[in-house]
């Protein structure tokens, strides 16, 4: 096998075949960036190329890739890549577009030389999109480019606007005004780039600009023409006149508000302490603000209404989805609806929306019938404590203080049921969203997928550094941490400092000079703690178990804390207890039967 010598060599048929291959290995390896998988198919050649580069990585993955892997959020694009056809800036390039963008580049960036805008554009893989910022950043910092800036009096002091653009050229139109157009680059795929990148951004920029005057200059308009033909209307929140295309009457006395104060009370309801007082929760809709004589308004502002009125204010689209969001999250709090929601949008889904209760069915679960046989035999031995516990359900004078046993099995089914008809796997269904999520750690989800994956290794470096900071004692002169593994408690360090490893206390002639004194002289015929004086025992140490294990349920309830988990069962379950702390889980009657209900049953869905 040769290497076929650089991206240079590849005619239009290979460069096809080696695209449908690079495609190929990213749907494949998703962790590892292309760059790796274009080296390696310009490395070997031949028929079996993209075989012998998927042995190669299986087998030697570390020593080809090198580090080159991607990131959390790459690696979740690369999962969305359609096998017959990679990323644009992942691909290899046709000569053409290579010669017409380094010309392009050379052209705009004359005070760099060519072997840096050569070095860039081998680190970006030719792109032009991605090529061009890199450049503009070295550029900035060159002293050509700061002299060539003080005397071009005519250059614009923003460079990155896109009027600035080097492959932009203005021409004027008929009525007077300057359009912006593509300078040709000699190569169609550039053309069609820029096109896309550069200059439909542009005009999309001026679409806005033009329809937000054209609003204004007809809002006016229409406030003219209403005010000479005396055709106002007051609003009954602000006073001020306006004209009928902008106002709403409430749904009760037909109070005429304006599209002003609507929107302001949006926005003091969603960005305020407004929700509650603006907000009609029964309803769903906004409250009428119209000021009366006597008590407030009980009408309504129509939702068609609201809509409108956001509509023609700034970021009007994303306020309305913002406060229609709200109002469906509230309607699900007060419908105490169990709900699996997406960690990165407000979209949620009922618990039970594919399988109902009533389609499923409860069995025991003979997956593992030794361990079902087991409890099931625990609960009948203990028949005599139920019976008790229904005698104490009705001792006076409140016999409904403890739950019922249907009670407590029926919730621990539901619970089961719960956690059978949802999977970790989580798809957000929302259109604006779309992520891929766990349900257990709420984190983004990529297969192979570990819940709690960085927490683990970070609340278990965290243990392990407080147990050896337990144990390590450290010279105050210069500095040395040391372990005693045996002898005594008297320590000598290399740099002659003298001290006790119980009580850390200097015994060396500039500390005292204690010594041998600073321990306990008295005889004892039992093994223990002296009766006699507090001093530090000169052999006994401290029990470095009982030490080890405080400092480890120390440091993991620190850290626990500082994460956010204290109290949440579940996710402490998942992140996992190197030393499980004392009344961290607190046990109750449902929590047994719960246990004890899913490690005896199981649920599937009942057949048609």
């Known amino acids: 096998m040769t290497s076929v010598g650089g991206q240079q060599g590849l005619d239009e048929h290979r460069l096809h075949e080696f695209n449908d291959e690079l495609a190929i290995l990213i749907k494949i390896f998703p962790d590892v960036l292309p760059d790796v998988f274009r080296e390696m198919l310009l490395r070997f050649d031949g028929d079996s190329r993209l075989e012998v580069v998927a042995n190669q990585l299986l087998k030697k993955e570390d020593e080809w890739v090198k580090g080159r892997w991607r990131t959390a959020i790459e690696r979740t694009e690369a999962d969305d890549i359609d096998v017959s056809q990679a990323p644009g800036a992942d691909l290899f390039r046709r000569n053409s577009y290579r010669w017409a963008v380094k010309a392009a580049l050379l052209q705009e960036f004359k005070t760099l030389s060519k072997s840096t805008v050569k070095a860039v554009l081998a680190e970006q ?227 039970d929306l594919y399988f109902p209760t009533s389609t499923l069915q409860y069995h025991f679960d003979m997956r593992l019938p030794i361990r079902t046989l087991t409890y099931t035999i625990v609960i009948l031995l203990c028949f005599p404590f139920l019976l008790l516990y229904l005698l104490l359900r009705w001792v006076p004078p409140n016999p409904t203080r403890l739950p019922s046993i249907a009670s407590l099995l029926q919730t621990a089914f539901v619970r089961l049921a719960n956690t059978k008809q949802f999977p970790a796997r989580f798809q957000c269904r929302s259109p604006t969203c779309s992520t891929l999520s766990c349900t257990n750690c709420s984190k983004p989800w990529r297969d192979p997928h570990t819940c709690f994956e960085s927490e683990v290794v970070e609340l278990r470096t965290t243990i392990e550094a407080a147990r050896t900071a337990a144990l390590k004692r450290t010279c105050p002169k210069c500095g040395l941490g040391f372990i005693k593994d045996s002898g005594c408690n008297k320590l000598t360090c290399v740099c002659g400092y003298v001290m006790c490893y119980v009580c850390r206390q200097g015994l060396g002639p500039m500390e005292g000079g204690e010594g041998y004194q600073h321990f306990c002289q008295h005889f004892r015929y039992e093994a223990g703690r002296c009766r006699e004086c507090e001093k530090c025992d000169l052999y006994r140490s401290e029990d470095e178990d009982a030490l080890v294990k405080a400092a480890g349920l120390q440091a993991e309830k620190e850290w626990r804390e500082k994460q956010g988990l204290v109290g949440g069962k579940r996710q402490l379950e998942k992140v996992g207890t190197v030393e499980r702390e004392e009344g961290l889980e607190e046990w109750t009657l449902q929590s047994v039967v719960d246990w004890w209900v899913q490690n005896v049953f199981t649920c599937s869905l009942r057949p048609q």
């Open 125 to 351: 893989n030719h792109s032009y999109t991605l090529a061009r910022p890199v450049l503009k950043k070295i550029a900035s910092k060159h002293w050509r480019s700061s002299l060539s800036k003080f005397f071009s009096r005519w250059a614009r002091r923003s460079e990155d606007d896109a009027e600035q653009h080097a492959m932009i050229r203005w021409t004027k139109s008929i009525d007077g005004s300057s359009m912006p157009t593509l300078k040709t680059t000699g190569d169609t795929e550039l053309d069609e780039e820029l096109q896309r990148t550069v200059l439909t951004p542009l005009f999309a920029q001026y679409k806005a600009q033009q329809e937000s005057k054209d609003w204004d200059l007809a809002i006016q308009t229409n406030l003219e023409e209403a005010e000479n033909a005396d055709a106002l209307f007051e609003c009954g929140c602000c006073f001020s006149t306006t004209t009928f295309e902008r106002i709403v009457t409430c749904t009760a006395s037909g109070h005429i508000i304006c599209y002003s104060c609507i929107s302001n009370s949006v926005n003091e309801a969603l960005f305020g302490q407004g929700w509650g007082r603006n907000v009609h929760h029964d309803r769903g809709l906004l409250r009428c603000m119209a000021l009366t004589a006597n008590e407030n308004c009980e009408g309504c502002i129509p939702h068609h209404g609201t809509q409108r009125a956001i509509y023609q204010s700034t970021k009007g689209a994303q306020l309305i989805a913002r406060f229609e969001s709200r109002l469906a999250e509230e309607a699900l709090i007060m419908a105490q609806v169990p709900l699996v929601r997406c960690p990165v949008c407000s979209y949620a889904e009922a618990s």
